[in-house]
């Protein structure tokens, strides 16, 4: 066998492997978006049959029942706030750090880092006890302010392992001119990070839009600070389990995420490549 079919033959193996694992993923999405049209009856009957009949009926009940309109808000609020603020402190942390290359910043970039290292499980119980003496329990910019302390981490870490690629020539000549340091990361540091900027963003929409948890322990009594993923479960129950409301209740609340994922997917690979080239 020559190099080159060597080489093909590789390849399509690569390929297979690879549409088998995305098969195995997708399947189970297929699965919740076929049934989001059929009535009750059908999906217990039959899950993995097609619709007699494809209805949006499902949609407009669920839509009305979760208050729909409203939960989108609520996790668009909480999102926002949520990357809003690990995008400035963990990127302005990662300047500070990588530029000032001391005992202290070597201190501080570990003390950073080590939360990624702590299972949220461990520390769940003493969150919420301090969050309702800070009386942040219960509100959705209190949910937003609590993703600052989980996702900083991950994001400094990039944000540093990037700064590598900005010359420090940069900060010298805004130096000379009379900035500050933090006008000179606002001015210019920070549009030179647009690309790993990007990563983090759709990595962390990705999981706080998606994440059930911690909302499920801090805005879970009210329905006017739930959550999308929070109003999906109310149709799953241990006595009685609404199958056609559920499944189109999911496809509701990952919908967002999902489009969002596909239109700004390259973006993650953009941004850790980049950081990447110089080092």
Known sequence: ???????????????????????????????????????????????????????????????????YPKLFFNTVIITVIGIGGIVFFSSLAAYIIHRRNNRFTAFARLFIITPMLIPFQTIMITLLKTMN????????????????????????????????????????????DGAGTFHTFRVIIFPLLKTVTSTVVV???????????LPLLMVNRSNETKTLVLAAYTFVGQFNTEWHYAMTAMVLTVLPSIIFFILFQKNILAGVVAGAVKG
């Not at 990595?203 to 948890?213: E, P, Q, Y």
């Open 1 to 67: 066998m020559t190099e080159k079919r060597k080489q093909r033959l590789n390849k399509s193996l690569l390929i297979g492997s690879v549409s088998l694992c995305a098969l195995v993923y997708i399947y189970p999405v297929f699965l919740m978006a076929i049934n989001s049209f059929k009535p009750f009856g059908e999906v217990v009957s039959n899950v993995i049959a097609l619709p007699k009949a494809w209805t949006p009926e499902n949609y407009r009940e669920v839509i009305q029942k979760m208050n």
């Open 133 to 176: 003496v800070l009386h942040l329990s219960g509100s959705k910019a209190g949910l937003g302010v609590q993703y600052w302390g989980f996702g900083i981490a991950m994001a400094a870490f990039i944000y540093y392992n990037f700064m590598s690629t900005i010359p420090r020539e940069l900060d010298e000549s805004s130096y000379i």
């Open 203 to 213: 990595l962390d929409v990705m999981w706080i839009w998606n994440d059930f948890l």
